[in-house]
């Protein structure tokens, strides 16, 4: 599913990832955990092409995505790979609806399809009757399953959390940790997450520890 080879990544003459090998199989919920500037969220950037390492290759579903072109990389991402951050990063002007349907609009996938998965998902996560409420108008947990939808809009191979439920209180947190579970369980969904909840990492199916760049134990 995923095989990362030897990445490195600098920042001038900070070295912040130190040849990282990482493989993650299909339906895998893993975390990668450690101490604030171990890499966590550099690794998660580059594993989701929002960054490109020094050295290294990254390869997703047999596709070696480092040797893309910058307009090939944003089409892979688009179609395979889903997102969801800290803040949920939902568009204030677009209903939750709209927010959602924004990946495969991007795609230029028919509307009225488009829409009607959006609202299928919705309804799946349990916001049927937020569909047409804005950001604005949503609880934290909401926004975040708004921003779940989102991620699975396009049927991703894998999606990318980073700090997912850092912003939530303790029951939209657990009600978090419990849906990616659920999609792993019912979707076959991959999960690779990046957080610093020892309760969500002790629920993972395997923890990666990264301390100054370099994996120093897995479990």
Not at 70 to 93: T, Y
């Amino acid at each position: 599913m995923i095989t990362l080879n030897n990445i490195t990544k600098s920042f001038g003459s900070l070295q912040v990832l130190k040849g990282i090998d990482l493989q993650i199989e299909k339906g895998e919920v893993v975390s990668i955990v450690g101490p604030s500037g171990a890499g966590k969220t550099t690794l998660l950037q580059i594993m989701g092409t929002l960054d490109t390492p020094d050295t290294g290759s990254v390869r997703i579903d047999d596709t070696d995505v480092t040797r893309l072109s910058e307009k090939e990389m944003a089409r892979f991402r688009n179609q395979h790979l889903g997102f969801v951050f800290q803040f949920h990063q939902l568009l204030p002007e677009f209903t939750a609806l709209e927010n959602v349907m924004i990946p495969a609009l991007i795609a230029n996938k028919n509307q009225k399809e488009t829409r009607a998965r959006a609202q299928e998902l919705l309804d799946f996560l349990g916001l049927a009757d937020r569909a047409e409420h804005k950001p604005y108008e949503l609880s934290g947990g909401e926004k975040q399953r708004v921003a779940v939808a989102r991620a699975l809009m396009n049927k991703p191979s894998v999606i990318l959390a980073d700090e997912p439920s850092g912003s939530l209180d303790t029951k939209n947190k657990d009600e978090l940790h419990q849906l990616f579970f659920d999609l792993r369980n019912q979707l076959g969904q991959t999960f690779v997450i990046v957080t610093h909840d020892e309760g969500l990492a002790a629920l993972t199916d395997r923890t990666i520890h990264l301390k100054d760049g370099v994996i120093i134990s897995e479990e």
